[in-house]
């Protein structure tokens, strides 16, 4: 396990250095860092020689996500060549709180460009800046996304936390296809001030990690009202000390809704599915099937329509805020740029841009009947099974599927994660083992300002099955030290 704090490797600055040498041998068989701060090491050792009382994060290594702002020397750029002059002169909250709590950043992560909202056939984990980031566990395997970058970068043993944001399965689904601990908050306990939005409805910063612990200590840090962002009015009231309320017994006697009606899970993922349920069941926790609801085939389209018109009124209003070197200054400005810049759209357009600009606003009644409809399916339906459970179990997603730069992203289920997506509701996902060498992970779901008891779940269970796999840096699976015995002739 990866040195979490200064304090478990000497100072800060030996735990900085020691990240920095890590990503300089791992992260070229990845390419999860998209830029590295050359002033990580200074900011290190200013800490170590400040005197003042270490904080709860002292010395942590962290990479930051490019759409979250970080204060210069590095760019904002969300992947896209037309943020490359996207210089912030400040932290976005959030990061302050982690740099207060002790952090140090050493850099920015990559991820999908524009977190995945620019095109319907988009090749997750590519960006314009970044180019492609590979799954550590067979490099022609997709790291999912949009924080793509964060999540391969913990996996790989970089670091031992990323940040990551998630508008709709951009934290989870790396994170469970990586291998890895992801958690996405209810929307409003973290801010999403100075960070490039795409939905106010939706988005949400939240931690990756190494493991449980790692990731509720981070979540401390990071959750809390910010008046620059009034979705956390109510964040203060229902912050927690999470590293601190973990237990190994939380699962006892826990009423668990287990979710099997999502559909297209292949046999591998099943059979991981019921060992994980052996060991819930173990630990104590009381497991009852749970029916699905209806409407939830209602949910794409609306879902689109909302994201959409969210994403032009707030990525106008955040590029109109940039620096004047930014000359993207709306939605349709990004569109023009994209057109005449040849790399930006050489493996797919940007469908999705130009459905967003046609969007007319908060007050069209077409947008305001979809978000209703969202609600009262999403947040409507998972609220009569959290008045019955404390909180439902799935699979998160499927295994990680091949690179196409043909045809793009090609998946299978997407698992629960949009429900709690578009309900705002938290979602944790932690490993729960391998399917031929690719790692898959196990989904718990509770209402609004439930991280305290879904990460006591998560972290009993991960003490349960130790289901984190490591990853082999193989060409392809096939070629895996999982696989490949099994494709060669059975000799005599």
């Not at 002169?89 to 740099?99: G, K, M, N, T, Y």
């Not at 106010?200 to 200590?217: K, N």
Request: glycine letters at 10%; aromatic letters at 4%; a neutral charge.
């Amino acid at each position: 396990m990866l040195a979490a704090t200064a304090s478990s490797a000497g100072t800060a600055e030996d735990a900085t250095a020691a990240a920095l040498a890590r990503i300089a041998t791992t992260d070229p068989k990845v390419n999860a860092v998209l830029a590295l701060d050359p002033t990580a090491l200074a900011k290190a050792r200013a800490l170590d020689r400040s005197g003042a009382p270490h904080g709860p994060l002292f010395g942590l290594p962290l990479l930051i996500k490019d759409n979250i702002e970080t204060a210069g020397p590095l760019p904002t750029t969300a992947g896209s060549l037309a943020l490359a002059a996207n210089v912030a002169q400040a932290d976005a909250p959030l990061v302050a709180r982690l740099r207060a709590a002790g952090a140090v950043i050493v850099g920015k992560a990559s991820l999908s460009e524009w977190a995945n909202i620019r095109s319907s056939a988009s090749i997750s984990g590519w960006s314009a800046v970044g180019g492609l980031t590979r799954n550590p566990h067979a490099l022609d395997r997709t790291a999912c996304g949009s924080s793509s970058g964060s999540a391969a970068a913990v996996a790989a043993g970089m670091i031992p936390a990323a940040i990551g944001t998630e508008t709709d399965g951009s934290i989870t689904c790396p994170a469970a296809m990586t291998g890895v601990v992801g958690l996405k908050p209810t929307v409003g306990l973290v801010s999403r001030a100075r960070v490039i939005p795409i939905s106010a409805s939706q988005d949400t910063p939240g931690p990756i990690a190494a493991d449980v612990a790692t990731a509720a200590r981070v979540l401390t840090a990071l959750a809390g009202t910010d008046p620059a962002d009034p979705a956390t009015a109510n964040a203060d009231a229902h912050r927690a000390d999470y590293a601190a309320g973990l237990r190994r017994d939380a699962l006892r006697g826990a009423r668990i809704g287990v979710v099997r009606w999502i559909k297209g899970w292949s046999p591998g993922v099943t059979a991981r599915f019921d060992a994980a349920l052996s060991v819930l069941r173990a630990q104590g926790a009381i497991l009852v099937d749970v029916p699905s609801f209806d409407g939830r085939e209602r949910l794409g389209d609306a879902e689109l329509t909302v994201l959409l018109t969210e994403l032009k009124v707030g990525l106008d209003a955040y590029l109109a805020t940039t620096p004047a070197a930014v000359t993207t200054r709306s939605l349709a400005d990004v569109i023009a740029f994209d057109a005449a810049a040849p790399r930006e759209l050489a493996l797919f357009g940007q469908d999705l841009f130009v459905a967003a600009e046609a969007t007319k606003g908060l007050d069209d009644p077409a947008y305001r009947a979809a978000r209703a409809l969202c609600l009262q399916v999403a947040r409507g339906g998972l609220d009569a099974l959290f008045a019955r459970f404390d909180a439902l179990v799935a699979p998160t997603t499927s295994p990680a599927w091949k690179i196409d730069a043909v045809n793009g992203d090609r998946g299978g289920p997407s698992g629960p994660g949009s429900l709690a997506a578009i309900a705002g509701t938290p979602h944790l996902t932690v490993p729960m083992g391998a399917v031929a060498g690719l790692p898959v992970g196990l989904s718990f779901l509770g209402p609004a300002w439930s991280e305290a008891r879904l990460l006591g779940y998560g972290h009993a269970y991960e003490a349960a099955a130790g289901g984190r796999v490591t990853p082999g840096f193989a060409p392809s699976i096939e070629t895996s030290a999982a696989v490949a015995p099994l494709f060669a002739p059975e000799k005599p």
